[in-house]
Structures are given as structure tokens and as C-alpha cells.
């Protein structure tokens, strides 16, 4: 069945550095990749999200980059902040009801 | 400001018990789901709702049933508790696709025990 892989599992990085979360889908109908941020005893919330029409998107310190023909999605969050500090999931959808998560990505940002 | 509440953050039960977990959405969303969430298995689909009344199988239904007698409601059923379902149970909801995904909404989570 479809799956999405989400590396690495755990990401320790220092304060002010870049954080690069990387996944892979199968399902080559997918067309929208959504990023969700889970913090402590909260449910997961959108931060980022990209449609296959769209190769790269920014907002603010977080980018999304995709790569249609390699079935590659990247997060990107630059000069993090120990408020970035989560469990990070990203996901694929082909445009029907069923979305597919990753594992999910445990960020440290060390102060 | 949108919301998804459900009705306990903590439930604690027997094996062999029903158990009931409800999920109000104040969106107006015609999708309503059903996750469990488990460490290294990232969030797997029980059950969703895209209109009232009516349920489709997820990736991991057995062992659970749904109900959505109300647009802004949904109801996860564990007919009989088993140890195996001590998880988190995350409620979400989004409007209606139209062939692109969207965004979904989610609440803050039911962790179950089940002794």
C-alpha cells in the first residue's frame, strides 16, 4: 500500500542552526504535502504545505521543497529557535479523504 | 478561532469495556476522522465521516466503530477494550476535498489506558 518515510527520527540541533527533515512517498498520484507540528499534550497543526504545482515555498524561516520525479519533500527551518522544539509529521494526499503520515521527526533545539 | 475539542484528555479503562470517545468540531466541516497515534508508527486512519450518517473504513478499523449523527460530531466506539488499544486517539476534521487535499484541523487528543 502507499506509505510515506520520514528521516531521521530524532534531530538535535543548537540554537540558531538549520533543521532539514526529509520524506519520501510512493503513491505518484499524490498532489498535496502537508507539514504538521505537534507540541506537548497538543494535537498536530498545520505549519507549511505544498501542492505538486509548486516546487519550492517559504514562509518566513520554514521552506518546503519538492521533487515530483524523485517523490522527495524536504522541511527546512532556518535559524531555529528552542520554540521549534516538536515532533514534526509530514504527509501526502491525493486529493481524496485518505492522507498518509510519516513517522514523525523528534526536534531538539538546544539553547 | 477554529476548534476541535474531544470529550477527555485522559480515559482510563478495563479490558471487555465499551468505551466512547467524542469529537465536536465548530467548523462547519463536512470531513471528520479518526487517528490513533503510536510512537514510530506516525498517525494511522481509523475511520473517517465526509457527510452525516455516513463512515468509511480507514487503515486499522478492527476493533472500533463510528457514528456521526451530527455534522459537527463524531463518536469513536471500542466495543470491547483490549490491551492492544492503549494509544493516543487524535479527532480531526477539514472541508470537503474537491480532487487537492486540505488542510485538517485537529484536537488535542485522548490518551487511553486500557488495564
Known amino acids: 500500500g502507499e506509505n510515506v518515510e520520514q528521516h531521521p527520527s530524532t534531530l538535535s540541533v543548537q540554537e540558531g542552526d538549520s533543521a532539514v527533515i526529509k520524506c519520501t512517498y510512493s503513491?505518484?498520484?499524490?498532489?498535496?504535502f502537508p507539514w504538521y507540528k505537534q507540541e506537548l499534550g497538543k494535537g498536530p497543526q498545520l505549519i507549511i504545505d505544498?501542492?505538486?504545482?509548486?516546487g519550492e515555498k517559504k514562509d518566513q524561516r520554514i521552506a518546503v521543497t519538492l521533487n515530483k520525479t524523485a517523490k522527495h519533500f524536504s522541511l527546512h527551518i532556518t535559524e531555529t529557535q528552542p520554540e521549534d522544539s516538536a515532533v514534526y509529521f509530514c504527509a501526502a494526499s491525493d486529493g481524496g479523504f485518505k492522507t498518509i503520515f510519516g513517522a514523525g521527526t523528534r526536534l531538539f533545539v538546544k539553547a | 478561532d477554529v476548534k476541535v475539542t474531544q470529550s477527555s484528555r485522559y480515559l482510563v479503562k478495563r479490558t471487555g469495556e465499551k468505551v466512547f470517545l467524542e469529537c465536536v468540531q465548530d467548523m462547519d466541516h463536512e470531513n471528520m476522522f479518526w487517528y490513533r497515534q503510536d510512537p514510530g508508527l506516525g498517525l494511522r486512519l481509523i475511520y473517517f465521516s465526509y457527510d452525516v450518517k455516513m463512515k468509511e473504513k480507514g487503515d486499522i478499523p478492527e476493533g472500533y466503530s463510528v457514528s456521526r449523527e451530527k455534522k459537527e460530531r463524531f463518536s469513536l466506539i471500542l466495543e470491547s477494550a483490549s490491551t492492544n488499544q492503549t494509544s493516543m486517539y487524535l479527532c480531526?476534521?477539514?472541508?470537503?476535498?474537491?480532487?487537492?487535499?486540505?488542510?485538517?484541523?485537529f484536537g488535542p487528543g485522548t490518551r487511553l489506558t486500557v488495564l
Open positions: 503513491d505518484s498520484a499524490s498532489n498535496y
Open positions: 480531526a476534521s477539514s472541508l470537503m476535498t474537491s480532487g487537492t487535499g486540505n488542510e485538517q484541523f
Open positions: 505544498i501542492r505538486s504545482n509548486v
